[in-house]
């Protein structure tokens, strides 16, 4: 009785502490200086890993339809010296920057092709890699033909934003020459886009009718290879590129799941069931991706770009169904933060989750 006595005074007292203490201007700013500290403090958790290596981060994992906890289509390729973002869908910059990893040292957007759920982010990725980072000139952004529209498109319809922030912070932080973007046409007469002597960015066609052209992307470092599908239906040209690649990471619409939201759509809302219909011709399912990927001997394979965004573990079983009898290991269903770490020197690849 004595205890429940003890236990009921210290209880009032922190309430009556917490409750007045909270309310205090110096408790106040200890926590503020508390919560900024800690986050200009956090560390970008990409450069903790040591050595030498490539790694692929899924920084958006849903195709357009929704999807709880997901964005849209992005990985980020990095090694020691260098960081791409292979497309910037919706929700994929906040998810980098829920990662503290700091944008500052981005090379180059890579586009795919130039649906919007690929794109939508990009002006952010332009923000996050300009004011107060060390970029060196215009941000470089790669894609096929048409990407200037959307270059220009966004350089003009931010004039005013990025004419007021150098007004505001100055040229130092905000260096009004190199607001906007270095727009690179991909012509895959030439596709190697990049090539410094250890990494090289291999452009290819992949089938995303009437999308055209609609790219993917090989990178090779020093040994190890990872290949991005971008969208396509099942493709033997992607096939061809990934050839004994470490690393696949393909595009995946679920057929059973968008055939039978297409039934249902029918009578209720008919012009979403159009859209139902038509996506299934543009998107591998998963077993044609599992199929490419062994038909390219590809070690791992990664889905990605998931239509529909499987939520629940029930979801998840029925997203994969059939898969496993066409490869039974080496593949992972991607949600965003899963990352592949390939050292060098290696034949291992780690697949794990950043949060
Ligand atoms: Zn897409
Ligand atoms: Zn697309």
């Known amino acids: 009785m004595r205890k429940i006595y003890y236990f009921l005074i210290v209880a009032i007292l922190i309430f009556v502490v917490g409750f007045f203490g909270i309310r205090n201007t110096s408790v106040q700013n200890f926590f503020i200086d508390l919560i900024f500290e800690s986050q200009l403090n956090n560390q970008d958790k990409l450069v903790t890993f040591e050595g030498d290596y490539i790694i692929g981060l899924v920084c958006g994992s849903r195709g357009p339809l929704p999807g709880k906890g997901r964005a849209e289509p992005c990985i980020m390729i990095k090694t020691p010296d260098h960081m791409f973002i292979v497309d910037t869908g919706d929700g994929s910059r906040q998810n980098l920057i829920n990662w503290q990893i700091d944008l500052g040292n981005l090379d180059a957007v890579l586009f795919t092709h130039l649906h919007s759920d690929h794109i939508s982010d990009l002006a952010d990725f332009h923000l996050y ?155 591998a399912s998963p077993v044609e991706a599992a199929q490419a990927a062994n038909e390219a001997n590809v070690k791992e394979l990664i889905f990605y770009h998931l239509i529909p965004a499987p939520d629940s573990f029930i979801a998840k079983i029925i997203f994969v169904k059939g898969v496993s009898e066409v490869r039974p290991d080496n593949w992972t269903l991607a949600d965003d933060g899963t990352i592949a770490i390939l050292p060098v020197n290696s034949e291992d690849i780690t697949i794990t989750n950043i949060e």
Not at 133 to 141: F, M, Y
């Open 129 to 283: 890699s300009w004011v107060t980072q060390n970029r060196e000139g215009k941000l470089p952004v790669y894609g096929p033909e048409g990407t200037q529209l959307v270059t220009e498109g966004i350089t003009r319809a931010y004039e005013l934003d990025y004419e007021w922030r150098t007004l505001h912070h100055g040229e130092e932080v905000a260096p009004s020459d190199i607001a906007g973007f270095d727009t690179k046409i991909i012509d895959l007469n030439n596709p190697v886009i990049f090539d410094d002597g250890s990494l090289k960015i291999t452009a290819f066609e992949v089938e995303h009718l009437p999308v055209y052209p609609s790219l993917g992307f090989r990178f090779d470092y020093k040994g190890r290879s990872i290949v991005i599908s971008g969208d396509t239906d099942y493709s033997t040209n992607l096939i061809e590129q990934s050839k004994n690649a470490d690393l696949l990471f393909h595009d995946a619409l679920s057929y059973n799941m968008i055939g039978r939201a297409e039934d249902i759509s029918e009578i209720i809302q008919p012009q979403l069931s159009r859209v139902f219909y038509d996506i299934q011709g543009y998107h």
